[in-house]
């Protein structure tokens, strides 16, 4: 038989749980444009297979600033198409400009002197951490999101890699466009 004490923490418990629920709900409903928007650093390295007209990419300088490699290039005929999903990249309390998936492929998010990676797998409507610098892994085994499965999953359109503070977001067009606005 329930005591009186016992069915007090459940219905404080439930209340909690809706609460957090309604508060992610919301924020996921209304995003906010971050203040400190910044586009990705100009010492991108691209480490696709160089061709033989082309250098091998040459390592990043060492900064405090994340260095990405190998983000997918747009081909001729991904340009012409318009993305249908953008992602947003946060390092730490900094947020770059979404960037636009346009082809499948592979990045790696380099810090502090390429002492800590992240590398994300992108195709045109999904994103994953393909793997992390971090013990605990949690970020790659939170798995794919997707255009289709983003608002199923509990994180919804996010991956965190909580020891890196990198988080990655999966937005559709209109959110990405709302953000840069």
């Known amino acids: 038989m329930l ?13 909690i749980a809706a609460a ?20 990705l650093p100009d010492d991108v390295i691209v480490t696709s297979e160089p061709t033989p007209s082309q250098e091998p ?8 600033e994340p260095v990405t490699t190998g983000a997918p290039a747009a081909t001729d005929e991904a340009a012409a198409a318009p993305a249908a999903a953008y992602l947003l990249v946060s390092v730490g309390d900094v947020s770059y ?23 994300v797998h992108v195709t045109r409507d999904s994103v994953c951490m393909k793997s992390a610098s971090c013990d605990n892994q949690d970020c790659v085994q939170q798995g794919t999101v997707t255009l289709d499965n983003r608002d ?5 359109n996010m991956i965190v890699c909580l020891p890196n503070q990198v988080m990655l977001e999966l937005l559709t067009a209109e959110e990405a466009a709302a953000m840069t606005q």
């Not at 004490?5 to 209340?15: A, E």
């Not at 990419?57 to 405090?64: I, V, W």
């Not at 199923?152 to 919804?156: A, E, G, I, N, S």
């Open 3 to 15: 005591k009186k004490n016992d069915f007090l923490i459940i219905v404080v418990v439930i209340l």
């Open 152 to 156: 199923l999953r509990v994180l919804q």
């Open 20 to 39: 957090l629920g309604a508060t992610a709900y919301f924020m996921q409903r209304n995003p906010q444009t971050p203040d400190n928007l910044q586009t």
């Open 97 to 119: 400009e979404p960037i636009p998936l346009l082809e499948e492929g592979d990045f790696t998010l380099y810090q502090n002197d390429q002492s800590t990676e992240n590398v």
């Open 57 to 64: 990419a040459q390592a990043p300088q060492a900064s405090d």
